[in-house]
């Protein structure tokens, strides 16, 4: 960090924020690190996690002890292990593995709890009781079988917690690791957090425990914790935003002036359009979700024309500048062309983050290496086969293997997901994955099992997947480019923790939970009672998006504003900011 003379006022308030956080390591307080958007909530961590290696280390690891890192997703885990030089002094890893290396060794207990947890009740009965089975964690799938019980990823932090409430677990989770830091705390799980509250932070016993995040970039789920107020945690702000041009952070700071951020740069400028359909003459849409939004093709049009006028203004809508974010994968899938895969999955995160198998091994194998093929980067694709590579000893080989890779990609172009699976299981050029093999060894199990006679998990999981390879694979590959952000678009959910040059966001209906004219009209006129969860669901995935772009940012409203909306806009924004289409 440079000399306080030299010190931009972002830097002064980010100075300021870690010295508060190297004192309450220092004097063992558990502290709560709230960090508004663009502060750099990552690199205070970082900070933190160094400043206790270069104190403590040497002495945690004679001990064999470690800081835990808990983190909220595999790619915050690995950024965490890559910036402190993957140290041995710490763990870092997500809330799920953590707990499971925290319960794996408690057998005895889990098959106590588990039968009487309601989800597993039937399927303990159906199996005839617990027995002796190991409870493994593996794929996150719930099932019971002879060699085990498998549990949910919602399980393993549900059982966490109850074993919490041992003493002996308690005492060799405190003797493991006397430091655990949580990493983006407004998402941790509700339960899992009262429960370090309980046991930990009230009594002020066992870890020292710290919390870094920022509770209105809470946007997933019901279960997450959100807001923390304890007496017994050290709060501390960092009032620094080192992202954004000086109108972006001074409209945020409008929007939340209980935590003002500090300018980077005070000479930079920005530039913000908020684009409004009021003008539209015509009837709008009624059904309940889409209410008071534009007909589709309406829409779509607003869409190109708000394009356009940005374009006059000096955007670049090249991918590497410019993100356009929507509300929901849905509108996404249609605009984008994978809109029949996305209805396979009742969650949209468990494709776009390849939490499904068959999409892992599509994005991260298949498709990577048919383009290598098909570019003609022989050495590319085999790099990505790695122990894969095919057995290639004389020209008959070659031609065989050219002649299943150009099948491959015919079929890829112009037939099923399911054509595709059917193509390599009988070449096996490349090889489907470990995982997928296994799946469908299980789909012959259960088609030699009548009907009538499949327990519930095995019907939903032919249909699941009978679903799923009827797609046409075109869909595929249109979904990896977005997954592999090759496009200009995402989900308004889907960029937290990112930043980009310029942010277009589109803000319409079609999700019930999110009503955006609805939240700006209670800034004026109140939140009514208990409509408080819902206001801050819908203001906190607007700061979200809001917060993304370092120098333009632009939002159309789809749905028709309101007078009172309009007002918090103009509040927010500036009354230059807003222009009618």
């Known amino acids: 960090m440079p000399e306080i003379a030299d010190m931009n006022p972002a830097e002064l308030a980010a100075k ?40 403590n280390s040497r002495y945690l690891l004679r001990k064999d002890q470690r800081v835990a890192c808990i983190t909220f997703t595999n790619v915050a885990k690995n950024e965490i292990r890559t910036r402190t030089d993957s140290h041995p002094a710490i763990l870092s890893e997500t809330i799920h593995s953590f707990c499971w290396s925290l319960i794996v060794d408690f ?32 794929l996150g799938y719930p099932k019971v079988e002879e060699e085990g019980i498998f549990l949910h990823h919602d399980d393993v932090i549900d059982l966490t917690v109850r074993l919490m409430k041992e003493q002996k677990f308690r005492t060799i989770l405190a003797s493991r690791y006397p430091v655990i830091f949580i990493d983006e705390y407004q998402d941790t799980n509700k339960s899992f957090a009262n429960s370090l509250k309980t046991h930990f932070i009230d009594p002020e016993t066992g870890p020292l ?7 209105w970039q809470k946007i997933y789920g019901q279960e997450a914790c959100g807001k923390i107020e304890w007496d017994k945690l050290t709060e501390i702000k960092k009032e620094a935003n080192f992202r954004s041009d000086k109108l972006i952070v001074e409209c945020l ?13 005070e000479q930079s400028q920005g530039m913000i359009d908020i684009l409004h359909t009021n003008m539209w003459v015509g009837t709008r849409r009624n059904e309940a979700q889409w209410d008071g939004d534009l007909p589709v093709e309406n829409a779509r049009a607003y869409r190109i024309r708000a394009k356009e006028y940005l374009m006059g203004r000096g955007w670049d809508f090249n991918p590497q500048e410019t993100k356009i974010l929507m509300l929901t ?36 194998y298949l498709e990577p290496i048919c383009n290598a093929y098909q570019s003609r980067k022989y050495g590319e694709m085999f790099k990505v ?17 050219k002649n299943d890779f150009d099948k491959l990609i015919k079929i890829r172009n112009s037939g099923s997901i399911g054509d595709v699976i059917d193509h390599l299981k009988e070449t096996q050029r490349p090889r489907l994955s470990d995982k997928i093999e296994s799946k ?40 990896t480019k977005f997954v592999e952000d090759q496009t200009l678009f995402a989900t308004n959910h889907g960029v937290k923790g990112a ?44 700061y979200v998006a809001c917060s993304r772009p370092k120098s333009k940012l632009a939002i159309l409203f789809t749905q028709e504003i309101s007078k009172s909306a309009m007002q918090t806009l103009k509040k927010w924004f500036g009354e230059n900011s807003i222009h009618a289409l």
């Open 385 to 401: 086969l790695g122990q894969r590579t095919p057995n290639i000893r004389t020209l008959k080989d070659k031609v065989k293997w």
């Open 209 to 215: 425990i710290g919390f870094f995040g920022d509770h």
């Open 16 to 55: 300021e924020s870690l010295e508060a956080l190297y004192q309450a390591i220092d004097q063992k307080k558990n502290f709560l690190l709230e960090a508004g958007a663009g502060a750099g909530k990552t690199y205070s961590l970082i900070k933190a996690l160094r400043y206790i290696i270069a104190k």
């Open 329 to 364: 994968h849905n509108l996404l899938a249609d605009e984008q062309g994978y809109k029949n895969l996305a209805n396979v999955f009742s969650h949209n995160d468990s494709f776009i983050k390849k939490e499904d198998d068959y999409i892992e091994y599509f994005v991260d």
């Open 107 to 138: 057998q005895p207990s889990m098959r106590t709890i588990i039968p009487k947890l309601d989800k597993w009740k039937q399927r303990i009965e159906e199996a005839g009781g617990v027995g002796t089975r190991k409870v493994i964690y593996d």
């Open 499 to 542: 930043e980009f040059e310029n942010v277009f966001i589109v803000i319409g209906r079609g999700w019930s939970l999110y009503n955006f004219n609805q939240m700006l009209e209670w800034e004026q006129t109140g939140i009514p009672a208990g409509e408080e969860k819902n206001y801050e669901r819908n203001r906190n995935l607007f």
């Open 253 to 265: 700071n409008m929007m939340r002036p209980e935590l003002p951020q500090k300018i980077k740069d």
């Open 440 to 479: 469908e060894r299980k789909i012959v199990d259960i088609e030699t099992v009548a009907e009538n006679e499949r327990s519930e998990d095995d019907k939903r999981f032919m249909e699941r997947l009978q679903n799923l390879k009827r797609v046409s694979y075109k869909e595929v590959t249109t979904l």
